[in-house]
């Protein structure tokens, strides 16, 4: 029996979809593929979301500007995929910056996402300045659709320069857009955009039967 509601039954622009349950993998593979993410508090209950409107990154829309390509250039960067996940999500949890007090990426979010990175289905993109980590994102890969979940840094441009990056990877593995769950002023500047939800829930729908890859083959 599906432990979630149909998120096409939510009155427009609700976001909660339930409330409770737990972060085994056969749970979470459930809510992507549905459309639903968790989204904890610090204390219980678990919270479970799918936002109207929901952001997306449509792979033709990228905007890579001219100052962020030359600071790539001159920092140096280089790039990998899944070879530091835990620390990419350790990282993410503890990124504080204007606004932000606390995070939702709890202990046992942490704990569950690289379990289910052991599995295959989270993923990490890191940006390494010399052997030092500066920078990542990570997300996780259902059905067809690549979903951002968070990303850091500690380099300027590195979290810019690693979504470009995943949007690179993506691409050569036939994706042609990402779930980002929400705009926000990095992933807007860079193309980012929101559709309502319908529309994303029909996107969710046609990346089923698209012959995409079951599995990512993330660090190719």
Do not use: N
């Amino acid at each position: 029996m599906p432990r979630f509601p149909d998120p096409a039954a939510l009155p427009d622009g609700e976001s909660l979809c339930a409330v409770g349950g737990d972060l085994e993998p056969e749970t979470l593979l459930e809510a992507y593929a549905a459309g639903i993410f968790p989204w904890p508090r610090e204390r219980p209950p678990l919270l479970w979301h799918s936002p109207d409107p929901r952001g997306v990154l449509d792979f033709g829309d990228l905007r890579v500007p001219r100052s962020l390509r030359q600071e790539i250039k001159k920092s140096g960067f280089t790039f990998t995929a899944d070879r530091a996940f835990a620390r990419v999500i350790k990282a993410c949890a503890a990124a504080r910056g204007p606004g932000r007090h606390g995070t939702w990426i709890t202990p046992a979010m942490v704990r569950a996402y690289v379990r289910w990175h052991e599995l295959g289905h989270a993923h990490s993109v890191e940006c390494w300045s010399g052997g030092t980590l500066v920078g990542g994102l990570y997300g996780v890969y259902v059905g067809g659709v690549f979903s951002g979940e968070s990303m850091f840094h500690e380099a300027s441009g590195a979290s810019k320069a690693c979504i470009a990056e995943t949007v690179r990877r993506l691409a050569a593995q036939g994706l042609t857009w990402m779930d980002i769950q929400m705009v926000t002023p990095v992933t807007g500047l860079m193309g980012g955009k929101e559709i309502p939800r319908r529309g994303y829930l029909a996107r969710l729908k046609a990346a089923r039967v698209s012959g995409l890859p079951e599995r990512l083959d993330f660090a190719a």
